[in-house]
């Protein structure tokens, strides 16, 4: 760690808040510590919040001071699908998602994930596109407004408008990321 650059520090600052997040997340559900679902859903939304601002946070810094890494390169869209993926899963367990939608969500990012390992064998490392950023950005958004579970109609409707947008950005994110970077599978 004491080599690392500080969007470095902040990629695995993200991957450790999964943690208490999740198990926030979940102890609601299951009664754990006398925690009410309503308290442990605004409590794992700030821990949530907080990784998603690390995320903004980290390529900022990089890029404005010239820090991009090939670890970050690597760590950083990891971090996010380890962070959205754990929050859609759980969001599953609790009815707040549909379980296709997760399916096509974590089915992208296995294929991503795949494809930049095969980049990666070819001495390639692709960084993640925009399209790929404005995907993650409107998913921490659904996943943040899921957990918040606010019972007015404006945030329902919020919140099914993000996650369909969030589902064609996966889909169209997937398909530029393979046509920009089809060479690799040459």
Known sequence: MKNMNLPNKLTLFRVFLIIP???AL???TKGWFGLTEDV??????????LASLTDLADGKIARKYNL???FGKF?????DKLL???ALII????????????VIIISRE???SGFRLVAADCNVVIAASYWGKFKTTFQMIMVCLMIGNVDLMLFRVATQLCMWIALVLTVVSLVDYIWKNKNVLK
């Open 75 to 79: 760590m950083d869209p990891l971090a």
């Open 40 to 49: 442990t859903d605004w409590i794992s939304l700030g821990i949530f919040i």
């Open 26 to 28: 979940i102890a609601g």
């Open 21 to 23: 997040f999740v198990l």
């Open 84 to 86: 959205v993926c754990s």
């Open 68 to 70: 991009v890494t090939t």
């Open 110 to 112: 296995f294929i991503i």
């Open 91 to 102: 969001l599953v367990e609790m009815a707040r998602i549909p379980a296709w939608v997760v």
